[in-house]
């Protein structure tokens, strides 16, 4: 939680983490629905990346426009 709480604070970077996290769980939803298996690791990579943008955008703004700390 605390990583969370640092990223949204601008006090340290953790997109990729919380960008991980949402595309694996992401991933096993789609598992979990029976997606067929070749297509769950295109859409969980599209799922990371929306993620880790979204989060990035938002440590920029809230870190005052640095990219990471």
């Known amino acids: 939680m605390s990583k969370v709480r640092e990223h949204f604070a601008g006090y340290r970077s953790h997109s990729s983490v919380l960008a991980g996290a949402i595309a ?31 989060f990035r955008e938002v440590f920029r703004r809230r870190s005052g426009g640095y990219g990471f700390r």
Request: charged share 0%; net charge neutral.
């Open 24 to 54: 694996v769980a992401g991933g096993a939803v789609l598992w979990f629905v029976h997606v067929p298996q070749v297509a769950i690791l295109p859409i969980a990579v599209a799922i990371f990346a929306a993620a880790f943008f979204a």
